[in-house]
């Protein structure tokens, strides 16, 4: 990021899609630009709410990258926002933007926002990572049209194989390859590894499917699904959540000492008490 106190580009997460899922900062940021560029094929018109009325509205849904960058070199003392779906960081294409940025010495930040793995996983009701069954989170996609995109040895199967929990972006369009990779050698899935299908998560017409990856395919073929959706694979979907650790009476960490029959610890505190 520019070391310069005021950014004037300002790469901000929307959120999944309900407008008040947007961080505070995302907000006010949008509040306060005079030049305003986002998507609509991605980002609900209700998140311009937050805008100016006076601000100058860009739909990115028919630039390209390059018209884009125009209307930031068009506009080099006016504060810019680039309102991007979830959060900018997972598949915002947002690097490409940031290198023009520092190029041409402009001034800009990353405001972060919700994922809508995040809002999928709320939709579901469940923790993504459950002791003993899944501890990790891997977020990838098919390899389909942008094939070149994807290194070598990140194949779905290959994160598969670990049992993790397995979150597929931008892969709704192709059900059939979709099933058949993640079922592929060396995955440890089985057919009736639990599955889910979250699509416009946070939306008014979300929609959340609870399926097995070996009825994945025709699942998704019959949601009609073929964008904003998210796929959700893993045994911690379903599975019943041991005892954590974390806040068992055996297990002592900084803030808490390993507690003993008749202690009071755990007991309500009180009031919290207000600094100053």
Do not use: K
């Amino acid at each position: 990021m520019s070391s310069e106190a005021v950014p004037r580009i300002s790469f901000v997460g929307a959120g999944p899609g309900a407008p008040d899922l947007i961080t505070l900062r995302g907000a006010q940021r949008l509040a306060g630009a005079a030049v305003v560029v986002w998507a609509s094929s991605l980002v609900p018109e209700a998140l311009l709410a937050h805008a100016d009325p006076a601000a100058a509205v860009y739909d990115s849904a028919g630039m390209t990258l390059e018209d884009v960058l125009g209307v930031y070199e068009a506009n080099p003392d006016a504060p810019i926002v680039r309102l991007h779906s979830g959060d900018p960081s997972l598949y915002g294409a947002i690097q490409e933007q940031i290198d023009w940025c520092v190029l041409h010495q402009r001034a800009f930040e990353i405001v972060p926002g919700v994922s809508s793995l995040s809002a999928a996983a709320a939709a579901l009701g469940r923790e993504l990572t459950i002791p003993r069954v899944s501890q990790s989170v891997v977020v990838s996609r098919l390899a389909t049209r942008t094939a070149a995109s994807m290194p070598e040895g990140e194949r779905l199967a290959a994160f598969a194989a670990t049992g993790c929990t397995l979150a597929v972006f931008l892969s709704a369009a192709q059900p059939e390859a979709l099933q058949t990779e993640l079922l592929a050698d060396p995955s440890a899935y089985r057919p009736d590894t639990p599955a889910a299908i979250v699509i416009r998560a946070s939306w008014p017409d979300e929609r959340v499917i609870h399926t097995e990856l070996g009825r994945l395919a025709a699942d998704l073929r019959q949601s009609g699904a073929t964008t904003t959706t998210l796929v959700l694979v893993g045994d911690a979907l379903v599975t019943e959540a041991p005892r954590s650790h974390l806040y068992s009476p055996a297990f002592a960490h900084g803030r808490r000492r390993r507690s003993r029959p008749g202690s009071t610890v755990g007991r309500p505190a009180g009031r919290l008490r207000r600094r100053g």
